[in-house]
């Protein structure tokens, strides 16, 4: 058993060439589902594969079968949900922004069948992944519900339905990210709510992902939101949240970012360290988990090794300065 | 009652229309296309968003803020003193634009927009309404690495860009929408606001229009009509408290009515537009009112936002009935 600071990555990892390939093929009807999720499996094995040569402790699946994070559930809420035309989110990209068009419920397992693949790929432990309730509405269109709190706690027992039979396969870990949560301190509240109900009575470790905000604005509710481990952002604002978390009593676990995931410069090894190093400064070295800032899916396959390689790295070396094992 | 809209509109179409600004940009970055077929996709498909919005029914309309990148770049990259920095989130949308830093002292260099107004009226049998981001929301949505203080951006904005307003005025626009939305993010920064505002509007005899979104303007009321703008242009979907607050004292200009809820693609009906526009007519008569989206049309698909503006000028039409 390891006495701390146990490495992770938030979700995603970059897509192979491949990969993105056949899904524009797939999406111009030029390969059929199959081949496209054979394609799917083959990327997420390599992604396993990386994990383990890099060396982290607790693996994700890599998110190779999503395109973006609410459409992939949108997708499969089939009779609640529809996908809508495009729209601009920054530059030149655009997405389709899902539509509530009906009551949300769960119609069948979304995340199941890829986590027990990449599960059966190694013998570290595979998070679960799921978008968390407040973002899934945030981050759609609705034109069903008379009010945002009905649609988020509607949303939030699909996905708790999802968090329960990903649980029943054997995941330990869940992760229920809300990237959208801190945009607007005075639904922290509904967040919260939405995030008890996805993960009430599970027995796996939940967490749940932040990233972009003002967090100071609401730090007291972030602490005491209804999971084991906040994931937080850390690297790319110079570590300043850290310093929120010495004025507060709190006994949640926390995952401190340590790699910006914003550029493509690899960090050095004693920025990491002196980042990780920051991080002990608040929380005991069982309570701190090291990951990146956020989802990898933005840097290259070589950039994204290449940073994580510096990380583990460090982390080995601050685990030996501190005498503990990994 | 005139029809109008807050600024941008979706760039591009869904299928089986073709994206073409989406494709010709990517093409641009490819290095396969050169800056003038860039330019003329883009003054192609600006045609394309007046002619729309001259179908729909629009009284006054935008160039539809095609060539933008977003409110705050198209301003900064064009003027002395900014770099433009990483992606970081517009309000509490799911939309994110490079955060300006200003670095130096604050310069307008040249014409920004008055081109671009030209070339819209050019091509439009409708008035055009010209856009410039205040400099307050500027400021606030910008990073100060170089001023003393917010507030000295923010005034020193205000002197730059009335250079920019005095070239609009020159270039024959009848009216110039001032987006301010950031100042209902702190409303207590409103005496800066006004000097700002005060500074800027010096001398200029164009018709103004301040227009702001993404909230209601509890603490703003009455003083906001003391600002140098014939007509104050409020979000009512997302500052429904709007309807109340502005029965407090008599409005003393023209009202931008924000209504067509611009960040939800559900379609309201044309009875609850004449609902919203009889709300507030016992304020503000029909007359002194420019009925338009909450807020800018690109948060929507571009279908959605050209039936949306169909209905509001259907809505507008029956209004006209009822109350005459």
């Known amino acids: 058993m390891s006495e701390g600071l146990l490495t992770t990555t938030v979700g995603s990892f970059p897509k192979p060439d491949y990969l993105t390939r056949a899904r524009s093929q797939f999406s111009l009807g030029k390969i059929g589902r199959e081949e496209l999720a054979a394609l799917e499996r083959q990327a997420t094995a390599e992604v396993i594969r990386l994990q383990e040569e890099v060396g982290l402790d607790i693996l994700v699946h890599g998110e190779m079968e999503r395109g973006d994070m609410v459409a992939y559930f949108a997708e499969l809420l089939s009779e609640s949900m529809a996908i809508g035309g495009l729209v601009r989110s920054y530059g030149n990209r655009y997405y389709r922004k899902p539509i509530i068009i009906g009551k949300l419920h769960w119609q069948g397992p979304m995340t199941v069948e890829m986590w027990r693949y990449a599960q059966g790929l190694t013998d570290k432990p595979v998070k679960g992944m799921l978008t968390g309730p407040y973002t899934m509405v945030d981050w759609s269109f609705d034109e069903y519900y008379d009010s945002r709190r009905e649609a988020v706690l509607d949303m939030a027992q699909v996905i708790h339905q999802e968090a329960v039979e990903l649980e029943k396969a054997g995941a330990s870990y869940i992760q229920v990210d809300e990237p959208a949560a801190s945009t607007r301190p005075e639904e922290m509240e509904l967040v919260a709510q939405g995030l008890a109900v996805a993960t009430e009575g599970l027995k796996a470790k939940t967490m749940t992902h932040m990233c972009y905000g003002d967090f100071a604005a609401v730090f007291d509710q972030i602490v005491r939101l209804p999971v084991d481990l906040l994931d937080i952002e850390a690297a790319n604002s110079d570590y300043h949240l850290l310093d929120l978390f010495r004025g507060h009593r709190f006994d949640k676990e926390v995952a401190l970012g340590v790699l910006d995931v914003h550029t493509r410069r690899v960090e050095t090894l004693e920025e990491v360290k002196e980042g990780i190093r920051r991080g002990l400064e608040v929380l005991p070295p069982q309570r701190l988990y090291i990951d990146p800032d956020c989802g990898l899916k933005t840097r290259t396959w070589e950039e994204a090794a290449a940073k994580l390689r510096v990380m583990v790295q460090a982390v080995r070396e601050v685990r030996r300065e501190l005498g503990i094992e990994g | ?324």
């Open chain 2, 1 to 324: 009652m005139l029809t109008t809209v807050v600024g941008s509109y979706p760039k591009i179409p869904n299928r089986p229309r073709p994206a073409r600004l989406r494709a010709a940009i990517a093409r641009f970055e490819r290095k396969e296309i050169g800056e003038d077929e860039l330019r003329r996709v883009e003054d192609e498909v600006t045609v394309e968003v007046i002619q729309e919005q001259v179908e729909a029914g629009i009284d006054i309309v935008s160039d539809g803020q095609i060539r933008w990148e977003d409110d705050q770049t198209y301003f900064a990259r064009r003027m002395d003193g900014f770099t433009i920095d990483g992606l970081i989130r517009y309000f509490d949308t799911n939309t994110y634009y490079r955060q300006p830093v200003v670095t130096g002292a604050v310069q307008w260099r040249e014409p920004i927009a008055a081109n671009d107004y030209r070339f819209a009226a050019a091509h439009s049998p409708r008035p055009v309404k010209a856009l410039v981001t205040g400099p307050y929301t500027l400021a606030a949505l910008s990073a100060n690495e170089h001023y003393g203080s917010f507030g000295e951006l923010v005034l020193a904005l205000a002197r730059e860009l009335r250079q920019e307003m005095l070239s609009l005025e020159k270039a024959g626009a009848p009216i110039i929408q001032v987006s301010e939305p950031a100042i209902l993010k702190r409303k207590e920064d409103f005496p800066l606001f006004r000097q700002a505002l005060e500074q800027m509007m010096e001398g200029l005899a164009v018709e103004a229009h301040l227009y702001t979104w993404f909230g209601d303007i509890e603490g703003l009321f009455p003083q906001i009509l003391e600002l140098p703008f014939s007509t104050i242009g409020l979000d009512f979907v997302m500052g429904s408290a709007n309807y109340e607050i502005i029965s407090r004292a008599p409005f003393a200009k023209k009202l931008g009515l924000g209504i067509v809820d611009a960040r939800n693609t559900r379609l309201e009906t044309v009875e609850q537009i004449v609902e919203c526009i009889r709300r507030v007519s016992d304020v503000v008569s029909v007359e002194n009112l420019y009925v338009n989206p909450s807020s800018r049309l690109e948060h929507l698909p571009r279908e959605v936002a050209e039936t949306k503006l169909k209905r509001m000028v259907e809505g507008v039409r029956q209004a006209q009935e009822v109350l005459g």
